[in-house]
Every structure is written in structure tokens, then in C-alpha cells.
């Protein structure tokens, strides 16, 4: 790890102060599960880290209730969201999509705000080849290995796939996010935070370098939505997911009055499926409805040559995720 | 007495056989345990290391100025140097480089970046799995890197021999290289005919394909054998490069007390082996230092598997860095990438196999077009067909040289790779023939060495049992209906196992106390458990009186912890110098208790005279009567009477279910039943099997080293994408040790490697039953899964 400056403010204010104006400046420091090894590595350098742990106040620690929603700080730990009961029981996707990423150890360290802005795991950004992994202008993503790369949204140069398998969830629920700088605040709905880059020198968020996401806002859960969030992953747990997919489904009796469904994983982006939605609008949820959703939400999905599997896996997952949606989130 | 040293028997046994726990299990659990790592010495200095981005290319130059006046630095040590003044070419991306220790991690990191090197990058090669296309290599002359594959992967000596003889080396064979391999144990006619290979020092420098023949045998009639059979089945077959992935990493301490003597605390597998090693790496560097006045102490070690026989680069850079730092200890630890890119590697295995039988099941023909690699040497070819040797054979094989990390012995190896091809295409025939595999490999018993026939039988029927595989066992594909399939499979493997040559003292003090010393390791196999329970059975007393002393060079020699040999030579090694040590003690009270020593019993903590327990004596009581000094003696492996022996069979079974939608593979329940001689400790002999079920599982489904094609590098060198199984992936699983009449009296036989060896053949078979098609590689990840279906929907349309 290279030398940097160190900074613990305890307000808010003084936060925002510390942070730089261009990338490679400063980072902010939350859990640290993520940004701790991309500076081992040296893939991220900042001059200085502000760790903002210590800002006191419950803005960025707690979560509340607000309104019909809830408000969650950008520093409270994974862990803290499937046992809090407000989240729990009204938004029970969300707790679901919290208990099933990372590990235990991780959860416990890992914040809302860093998963948010975590970075991607593309194999050839994490060994140093760039967010784009491009080497003499080429594409290493194309000429190589992308077995986990995106299968949507993969017109290039960015092929990685988003790797947060929590916002998905989020996003379903319409959630929001507070961006706050030294000269203010900005609300962005989290589906627009995520940006496709298109050079070297953008990143995947719209979040400027002197800016800190402080807070995220869902608002009340649609009445009777049937929610539920699935996972494709090798492994039983603590993997990467190949494909997930977070549907939330608002009925009318046995239909489909309108339904949302976020991708996972299989884009630079959060993927909303905009397609699947409206193949299950009006049907009532079925295998064939669900198979046909799935069909829809991968029809534009193109192989990068060893990805092509990824497109069944999205697919079987819109398909059980809704199906575990209507039968109420269990699988 | 004839046999005096013999294996006590079962009724005479206290501990031997018994389920007992690890000594030093609540050691490592409450973090008590020392490793390598925990070695921290006053004054440390931190080493950090320079490794190559690139998978092939030259070093023109290389300026360490600039790191050397950095703060806190205190040596620097070239790695790649060589000592004739010639370019070195760098073979594999994450090479060891230019080493550097500094006070802090820091400043060595720093130092690290302040090194220019000006490279000259060669085209690299990183591509195994597909079948080799285009020319051969000439005359395969070996090079230094080949024959340490060849060696590491057990090319079968004769082949080797041969090579030797008609191809010649491309390297000087000096004193220095013959006395490492003497170090190593390397047989005689080996280390013979590598002094009489013809040298061929142009050789070095030939452009050369990547793709070397290195067997081409017949046996029988082949043609004939396919001509007469009535089924004849085509396949592919193969596993991908794996890494050991060992918890603690590779990893070295060095200081030197004096300018003369060198400590070395070092994560190996042979300790008595490692100040030889580290001497002659030494003097290649120009240090002169006698292997006797140097040290190595290794108290635990977190995991070899095969990957830490050798001194390594580290186990000479690092004594280096601490000589330039004026003797000051210096520390490198892998890091995890380094490790995973340069530290371990199993070699890939890939076959075409062509197999006939008749009707009835009788195999007639095999024919396998084999190739892999094992790094930038190429690699052996894995012993094909595997445990069946059957009649009419013809083995064709092609070494891939390839930039990648070299291979390493990685437990039984060649074994597992060995399996997953025949075993496979076995089950396939089988399947052909619409015949439950039990039936069909009992049909072809006959191709199995005699001596382990019935042996193979009886396992078969212990395991059929335990996962009720013939009465649950369904025709291929037939394991359901909806998306979810289920799938039966089994294989069966074969390993040597002789312990090999080990030394203690044994000593018995007068106040009772006994402390034995010996240069071997524990790997956490249980290797402490094990020689205190042969001493303890043998002296009659328990085993916490007994104080062992292990992991420290300056003790008698032991054997390297490899190739299942270390259970053998340390028990009989142990159980000579005991009965030796107790007989001594015999012979001092024998007079007081009246009679003579061959008529003495020494258990349950007393001395008495057989038949007449009152005539006795206690244990503390007893060696009173040693007089001042206390007895000392040597125990031995070998010597007289034989007390371990070599070849096992085993069988193992698993039960999968995959999703079809997914391809992903969950395995349900695996069973193993394996035979090892005697048992010294049923429990850690249990747990080493249960444990080879575990990284059975994690190579079947999960483990791959990934190479990038356009840069070489490794892309998943990390422990996120180079997937282990887990907790929640780990099957159901049950162990049966062959143990009682048959097998104690064989004596005592290793077990680390066999138990490794079919999981998985097992489970690619159990996959291949549930959905009805072969996936032909390992790991069996979902990609393959669902690429091998749709090919088979293809072919059912076409
Ligand atoms: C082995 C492993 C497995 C994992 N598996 C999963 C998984 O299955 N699913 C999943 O979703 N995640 C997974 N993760 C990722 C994990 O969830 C993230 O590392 C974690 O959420 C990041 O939170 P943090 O507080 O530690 O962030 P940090 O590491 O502190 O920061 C991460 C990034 O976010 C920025 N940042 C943090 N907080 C803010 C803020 N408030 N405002 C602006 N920028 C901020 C940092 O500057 C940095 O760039 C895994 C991680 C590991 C190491």
C-alpha cells in the first residue's frame, strides 16, 4: 500500500471539507471491505483517505423511519438490515438480498453507502488493467477471459458487471439516495446513480469526487407487493452471484397489475428490466408467464463469447424470482 | 526373538488402532500453535518481493540504486541473476524477481517501486485445454525445469530412464545439482542416468513448439481388441490446472547469529532436507556455508500438499537478504496472489479415450490421446489407464509447455487426473451397455493387480451398502424428470504409501520421563498423535509422559512429509527405538523382579513378569533403577523386521444433484472406504480421509487457475473467483476404514494421498448418471454443465 494522508473528522461538515476535487485526491473510507484491498493492490491510490466512521449524529448511522418509508444512513452495517425490524418486515426483499451477500465477518464491517459504491470485481480492473480493462487500446475483456462479464448493456468499452447484489433489491423498491458536498445536497434515484463509462477517467457512479452519499430513502412499499430476491451462485454461500434478480410484483387478485425487476450482474448497470415487466403486466404469474419474463428480459442479451451461459442464468433468474415472489419470497 | 519389533497385537493395544484425538488439536484451536508466521524475532526486517508482470520475457537490465538508498531499506538481493552473466528469461508472470527488506512492510513496498527493470517481452503461451494442434518438438533433450516435473509428478522411472538415455539434457549436470537430487531421495538409477545423459547445451536455445510427445506405447493389439469388441464408446476427459492453496502460504524467517551460522525458520514438509537445500542454493549464490551450521525449526505448518518440498526461491533469497542486512532477521511471506500464481499447481490432464467391451461387459480395447501441461517444463504424462490395466492397450501423450506457474507434486499426483480420465470413460461404457458401474467394474476385476482384487471386491460391497448405490442406481439420465436431476457415481484409485526412511533417539530418563527427538513435521495430519501413540502402546504408559520433540533439523533426519510415506517411517522409526529403549530397561530390572528380560510385560504404567503381575514393578519404580544416566537409543526405518508396507486400494461413491436450468452441482453424499494397513489412530486416519472428501469436492466443482490468454497473467489469483467449496457445499459424508485380519498384519501403509484421489471421478460419474450427458472437464462449473447439455439437445436433434 502506498503512503497516504489520514484524516477522522467527527462532523459532518468538516467531512465534506477534507474531500478533493478529482478522483485520486481523496476516497472516503467506510467498512473498508472494499476499498482496503484495491489500495494493497494499487488499484486505487488516494493522497488522502477520509474515514468517515466517526462523524457523529444519527444521519449516517441510523435507520427511521420517514413519512410511509425509511431512511437508511449511509454507515449502518449490512448486518444491522435484515434485524431491523422496519426493514424486516416491510421491505423483506431487501433483508433477504443483505443476509445473502458476503460473509458474516463481512456484513458486519461492510456499510449501505459502500456497498452502494463499491467497486467492480472485473478481473482485469482488479489486476491493474483499468475500471475498462484495456491494454493498448484493445479490450483484454473481448480478447480474453469474460466468462462474468455483462451480457447486457455490453456495448462497450465497459464490460464489468455491476457488483452490489443489494441494490437490485433497492432499486425495486424505488429507492433514492442523498449525495451531500460542501455546497450541498442532491436526491438521485439509485436506478440513475449507476452510469455506464464511457473512458478511463469516469467511474460507474454518478458520484462526484467531493461528494458523500449520506443517506437512502425507499419509500412505503407498494400495498400487497409480492417481493422476492434470487440468486444465481456456485456456490451455497459467500460467492459472487452469476445472475440475481430482485422482482416486486403489485397484484390485482390473481394478475399482474405492474411489476418491477432489477438484474443483477449481468450489466455495468443495475439492470431494469423494463421488458420483463411488461410481459408480466396483466398475466397472472405462472411458470410459462414467468419463463416468457425471463425470455423478455434477456432478448437483447448478447454473448461476449465465453459469457453466453450467463444469458440462460439471467433468465432463470427473472423466472424465480418472480415465481418465488408470488408464492411470498420463499423459495 | 525373531520378531521383536512386531506390531503388538490387537488385544496388547492401549492406544494403537483406537479413535484418539490430535495432541495438539486444542493447541491450534485457542491460536497457541507457532506457524512460520508467528515467528517474529527482535529486530525483523520485512522482505517484499519484485515479481514479474509478464509471463515471458528477458531482463536486459535491472537498477536497484534508487530502491537501495531508500529510508528503512536494508538489503536488496537480485533473484534473477545469473551467475554466468547472461540474460535471464523469465518463464511465468509472478516470478520472483529483485527482493528487498526494510523496516517496515512499507518501506520495502516502496523500495519495491523505486526498482527499474527494462524487460524485453517475448510472445507467451498460456493455453492448455485444447487439443494440441500443429508440430511436435524434436528430440525432446530435457531441461532442468523437465526433469524436476518429471520427478515431481512421478513419471514412471523407466520411461524417464529412457528418455534420459536417448534425448539427453540441455543443462550442465554438476556435483551440486546430483547432491540435491540425493537430498531429495531421487532413486539411484535416476540420479545414474541423468550423470550419463548426453548433454546438449544447444538445445537450451531452440525455438520450440509448446507440444512434446512423451509417451507413445502399445500394448496387446489395440486394433483387434476394438475389432472383436460389440460397444465401442468415444470420449473426452480432463481436469484444469489447480493450485494447493495451502491456508498458510509459503513463507520464510532467516537470520544469522554469527557470520557462520544460519537459522531458518521456514513453512516446509522436510525439515531435515532443508539445510541441504538451502547450502546448495546458497553457493550458487556465492555464500559458502555448511549445511551442518545451518538450522531449520518448523513447529506447524499450515498445509503442504505436496507444494512444499523445496527450499524454493525464498528459502535462499530471503537467508541472502538477512546476510546483506548484516545478519538481521528477515521475513517473507507470500502474499495470497503470489501463492495462488507461483506457489502451487497441479498439473491439467486432458484426454480423447477411446474404450471397447463386449457385450457382457468385458473390456477389450483402450486407446487414450492425452495431453496437459505442467507449466513452462511441459509435464509427464498421469499413469493411463488407471488401476484397470486392461488388455490391448495403446497410450498416446503430449506435454504442453506452457508460461505458467509450475507444477508441484500435488497430492497423489497424477493420481486424481489419472481417475477423472479413466473412470470416466469407464462409467461412459458402461452406461453404453445400460450396466450399473458396480457390475461392471466387478466384471473387470481381472485387469486389477492380483494382490489387490478381492480387496477392491470387498470395498465395493462395504460401499454399495453405505450408499444403497445398486438399489438406488438408475440407467443414465434417468435421474428425474423435472429440472432438478439426481445422480449416482463411483471410482475407485490405488496409491503406495511405504513409510519412508526416518530416524529418532529415544530416550528413557530415571526419573521416569521420556523425550523423544525427531526431524520430521506435522503437516496437521496428526504425526505428533501418531509416534506418541506407538511409543506410549509399546512402553506401556500413557502417552502425555512421553515429551516429543519434532519440526527441528538439529534432530535425527526424517523424511520429507510427502507421497503418504510419513505414517510408515515415523511409527516404525518410533516403534524400534521404543522396543529397543523398553528392552534396555528390561535388562536393568530384571534382576530385581527375578528374572530375565525377554520374560518382562511393560503396560498399563507397570513393569511385571508375564504371567505373574504381582512379580512387578511401576513404571516410575522400574527406571529408578537405570542408574545416572539414562538410555538412550536409535530408532530406525528401515530395519529389521518390516513394519510398513506399500499399496492400497480404496473405493469411494457420490451422489449429486444438478440443476439443469443453472448447471450447478450440489453433492449430496459421499462415502469412501479405504484400507491402509494397520491404523495407527482410527480418528485422524478418519479425518484424513473426510478431509481429502473435502478438497475432492472443491477441485470437482470449484477449483481452476485461470489464465488470460492476451497478457498471461492469472486472472483469478485471489481466493473470491479461485473458488473454494465452503461450509454449506460440503456433502454428507461417510467414512469406512478396512481395518482387523487382512490388514493389520500388512503393517503400517500412508494414507494421505488415496482418499484424494477419487472425488472427483466419483462425482463427474454421479453428474454424468443424473443428467445424462459427460461434462468432460473439472471443475464442473455451471458454464460446462450447461454447455454439455445443449450439445446433447443438439445431438438428439441432429
Ligand atoms: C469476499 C467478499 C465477498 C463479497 N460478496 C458480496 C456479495 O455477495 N454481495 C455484495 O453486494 N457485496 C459483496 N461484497 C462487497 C461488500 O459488500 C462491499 O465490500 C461492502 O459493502 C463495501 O462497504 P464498505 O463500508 O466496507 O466500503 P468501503 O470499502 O469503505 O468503500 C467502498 C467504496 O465506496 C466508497 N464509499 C464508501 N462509503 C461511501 C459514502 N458514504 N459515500 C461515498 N462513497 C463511499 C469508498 O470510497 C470506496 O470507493 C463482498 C466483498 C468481499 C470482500
Redesign the pocket.
Same mark, same amino acid.
Given at each position: 500500500m502506498r503512503a497516504f494522508e489520514y484524516a477522522a473528522p467527527k462532523e459532518r461538515r468538516q467531512a465534506l471539507g477534507l474531500l478533493g476535487r478529482s478522483w485520486g485526491d481523496t &476516497? $472516503? !473510507?467506510?467498512?473498508?471491505?472494499?476499498?482496503?484491498? !484495491?489500495m494493497k493492490d494499487d488499484i +486505487?491510490t488516494p493522497k488522502r483517505l477520509v474515514n468517515?466512521k466517526g462523524v457523529a449524529g444519527p444521519e =449516517?448511522h441510523a435507520i427511521m423511519r420517514k413519512q410511509n418509508g425509511v431512511q437508511i444512513g449511509?454507515?449502518v452495517h =449490512?448486518a444491522d438490515l435484515p434485524s431491523a425490524s422496519d426493514i424486516r418486515e416491510r421491505y423483506p426483499m431487501l433483508a433477504d438480498?443483505a443476509m &445473502?451477500?458476503?460473509?458474516p465477518q $463481512?456484513?458486519n *464491517?461492510?456499510? *449501505?453507502?459502500?456497498?452502494?459504491?463499491?467497486?467492480p470485481r472485473c478481473w482485469y480492473f482488479r489486476n491493474g488493467f483499468g475500471l475498462l480493462g484495456q491494454k493498448d487500446g484493445k479490450s483484454l475483456v473481448m480478447e480474453g477471459d469474460n466468462r462474468y462479464h455483462a451480457i447486457l448493456g455490453n456495448e462497450g468499452p465497459a464490460y464489468f458487471v455491476s #457488483?452490489?447484489?443489494? +441494490?437490485p433489491s433497492l432499486i425495486a423498491y424505488g429507492a433514492k439516495v442523498t !449525495?451531500a458536498s460542501a455546497s450541498g445536497t442532491r436526491e438521485v434515484a439509485l436506478e440513475k446513480f449507476f452510469v455506464i463509462p464511457k473512458d478511463e477517467n469516469q467511474r460507474e457512479h454518478d =458520484?462526484r469526487p467531493d &461528494? *458523500? !452519499?449520506?443517506l437512502v430513502t425507499l419509500p412505503a412499499p407498494p400495498a400487497g407487493a409480492k417481493v422476492a430476491h434470487y &440468486?444465481v451462485r456456485q456456490k451455497a454461500a459467500?460467492?459472487? #452471484?452469476l445472475a440475481t434478480c430482485a422482482a416486486l410484483l403489485e397484484m390485482n387478485g390473481g394478475t399482474v397489475k405492474s411489476a418491477r425487476i432489477v438484474m443483477g450482474h449481468v450489466a455495468p448497470i443495475p439492470w431494469v428490466s423494463n421488458e420483463a415487466a411488461q410481459a408480466m403486466a396483466g398475466k397472472p404469474v405462472t411458470e410459462e408467464t414467468a419463463d416468457a419474463a425471463g425470455a423478455a428480459a434477456v432478448a437483447n442479451a448478447k454473448s461476449l463469447g465465453r459469457n453466453g451461459y450467463k444469458i440462460k442464468l439471467a433468465r432463470v433468474a427473472v423466472k424465480r424470482a418472480i415465481l418465488m415472489a408470488a408464492k411470498g419470497g420463499q423459495a | 526373538m525373531a520378531d521383536k519389533y512386531a506390531w503388538p497385537a490387537e488385544n496388547e493395544r492401549a492406544y494403537i488402532g483406537k479413535r484418539i484425538s490430535r495432541v495438539d488439536g486444542p493447541f491450534k484451536v485457542s491460536g497457541r500453535a507457532k506457524y512460520t508466521y508467528d515467528y517474529n524475532p527482535k529486530g525483523l526486517l520485512y522482505g517484499a518481493v519484485l515479481r514479474s508482470p509478464y509471463p515471458k520475457a528477458r531482463i536486459v537490465s535491472i537498477d536497484t540504486s534508487a530502491a537501495e538508498k531508500m529510508p528503512g531499506v536494508k538489503s536488496v538481493h537480485i533473484v534473477q541473476k545469473d551467475p554466468t552473466g547472461k540474460p535471464v528469461t523469465i518463464q511465468f508472470a509472478g516470478d520472483d524477481v529483485v527482493a528487498v527488506a526494510a523496516q517496515t512492510e512499507d518501506q520495502a513496498e516502496d523500495a519495491l517501486r523505486a526498482i527499474k527493470i527494462q524487460w524485453e517481452v517475448l510472445p507467451h503461451f498460456v493455453q492448455d485445454e485444447k487439443e494440441p494442434s500443429g508440430p511436435l518438438q524434436g528430440p525432446t533433450v530435457m531441461s532442468q525445469d523437465d526433469l524436476v516435473g518429471a520427478l515431481s509428478n512421478q513419471m514412471p522411472q523407466g520411461q524417464l530412464i529412457q528418455q534420459l538415455k536417448t534425448n539427453g539434457v540441455s543443462f550442465k549436470v554438476d556435483d551440486e545439482f546430483i547432491k540435491q537430487m540425493k537430498q531429495f531421495n531421487i532413486p539411484q538409477p535416476i540420479i545414474d542416468a541423468v550423470q550419463q545423459a548426453p548433454y546438449h547445451p544447444e538445445a537450451q536455445n531452440q525455438p520450440q513448439s509448446p507440444y512434446k510427445e512423451v509417451r507413445n506405447e502399445t500394448k496387446g493389439d489395440p486394433d483387434s481388441g476394438f475389432k472383436s469388441a460389440d460397444v465401442t464408446h468415444e470420449g473426452l476427459y480432463g481436469s484444469t490446472v489447480i493450485t494447493h492453496c495451502c491456508m498458510e502460504a509459503h513463507g520464510v524467517v532467516a537470520e544469522w547469529p554469527d557470520p557462520d551460522h544460519l537459522l531458518v525458520h521456514i513453512s516446509t514438509q522436510s525439515v531435515s532436507s532443508m539445510p541441504g537445500q538451502i547450502a546448495g542454493g546458497l553457493k550458487a549464490q556465492g555464500v559458502n556455508i555448511d549445511a551442518a551450521n545451518i538450522r531449520v525449526e518448523q513447529q506447524n505448518v499450515g498445509g503442504g500438499f505436496g507444494s512444499k518440498f523445496s527450499a524454493d526461491r525464498w528459502g535462499v533469497y530471503v537467508p541472502m537478504l538477512s546476510k546483506k542486512a548484516g545478519g538481521a532477521p528477515v521475513k517473507v511471506m507470500l502474499e495470497r496472489d503470489a501463492e495462488l500464481e507461483v506457489a502451487g499447481a497441479r498439473p491439467s490432464h486432458y484426454a480423447r479415450v477411446k474404450i471397447a467391451a463386449t457385450r457382457d461387459g468385458k473390456i477389450t480395447a483402450w486407446d487414450a490421446n492425452g495431453w496437459g501441461t505442467g507449466g513452462p517444463g511441459g509435464g509427464a504424462a498421469p499413469p493411463l489407464p488407471y488401476v484397470f490395466d486392461v488388455p490391448n492397450q495403446r497410450n498416446r501423450y503430449i506435454s504442453v509447455s506452457t508460461n505458467t506457474g509450475p507444477s508441484r507434486a500435488w497430492r497423489a499426483p497424477q493420481h486424481p487426473q489419472a481417475a477423472v480420465i479413466t473412470m470416466g470413460a469407464l462409467e461412459d461404457l458402461a452406461a453404453k451397455l445400460n450396466m450399473n458401474p458396480v457390475e461392471f467394474f466387478r466384471k473387470n476385476i481381472e485387469y486389477v493387480t492380483e494382490a489387490r482384487r478381492q480387496i477392491y471386491l470387498d470395498e465395493l460391497d462395504i460401499a454399495d451398502k453405505m450408499m444403497n448405490f445398486s438399489s438406488r442406481w438408475h440407467p443414465r439420465g434417468q435421474g428425474g424428470s423435472g429440472m432438478m436431476r439426481q445422480g449416482l457415481g463411483l471410482s475407485i484409485h490405488t496409491w503406495g504409501g511405504r513409510g519412508h526412511n526416518s530416524n529418532c533417539d529415544f530416550t528413557i530418563h530415571p526419573d521416569g520421563s521420556v523425550d523423544i527427538k525427531m526431524g520430521t513435521q506435522d503437516l496437521g495430519t496428526g504425526t505428533r498423535t501418531a509416534i506418541l501413540i506407538v511409543a506410549a502402546d509399546t512402553l506401556g504408559i500413557p502417552m502425555e509422559q512421553i515429551n516429543l520433540h519434532i519440526g527441528d533439523s538439529s534432530y535425527p533426519t526424517s523424511g520429507g512429509s510427502g507421497g503418504s510415506t510419513t505414517i510408515g517411517g515415523v511409527s516404525s522409526s518410533t516403534r524400534r527405538g521404543a522396543v529397543d529403549a523398553r528392552d534396555a530397561l528390561f535388562a536393568k530390572v530384571a534382576p530385581a523382579l527375578g528374572s530375565t528380560p525377554d520374560k518382562l510385560v511393560a503396560r498399563n504404567g507397570k513393569i511385571f513378569v508375564e504371567g505373574d503381575e504381582s512379580k512387578a514393578l511401576t513404571w516410575k519404580q522400574a527406571c529408578a533403577k537405570i542408574g545416572p544416566m539414562p538410555i538412550t537409543v536409535q530408532g530406525k526405518n528401515p530395519g529389521p523386521e518390516n513394519l510398513t508396507n506399500s499399496g492400497v486400494g480404496g473405493v469411494q461413491m457420490a451422489d449429486v444433484s444438478v440443476d439443469t436450468e443453472t448447471g450447478i452441482v450440489k453433492v449430496n453424499k459421499m462415502v469412501a472406504v479405504q484400507d491402509c494397513g494397520l491404523v495407527i489412530d482410527l480418528k485422524t486416519a478418519e479425518s484424513q480421509v473426510l478431509g481429502a472428501l473435502v478438497m475432492g469436492v472443491s477441485y470437482a466443482l470449484f477449483e481452476e487457475k485461470i489464465y488470460d490468454p492476451s497478457t498471461g497473467v492469472m486472472l483469478n489469483d485471489n481466493?473470491?473467483f479461485y473458488r473454494l467449496a465452503g461450509l454449506g457445499d460440503i456433502p454428507e459424508m461417510q467414512v469406512h476404514m478396512m481395518t482387523g485380519k487382512g490388514y493389520d498384519e500388512r503393517g503400517v501403509i500412508g494414507l494421505a494421498e488415496p482418499p484424494t484421489v477419487s472425488p472427483g471421478a466419483a462425482i463427474s460419474n454421479a453428474v454424468a448418471n443424473a443428467i445424462g450427458v459427460r461434462v468432460p472437464y473439472l471443475p464442473i462449473t455451471p458454464d460446462r454443465v450447461l454447455q454439455a447439455l445443449e450439445s446433447e439437445e443438439k445431438g438428439a436433434r441432429a
Open positions: &476516497e $472516503i !473510507l467506510a467498512g473498508g471491505t472494499d476499498l482496503l484491498s !484495491l +486505487v468517515i =449516517l449511509a454507515l =449490512l438480498a &445473502e451477500a458476503a460473509s $463481512i456484513r *464491517m461492510a456499510t *449501505m453507502g459502500g456497498n452502494i459504491c463499491q467497486r #457488483p452490489s447484489s443489494i +441494490v !449525495l =458520484l &461528494e *458523500m !452519499l449520506t &440468486e459467500f460467492d459472487w #452471484p | 481466493m473470491e
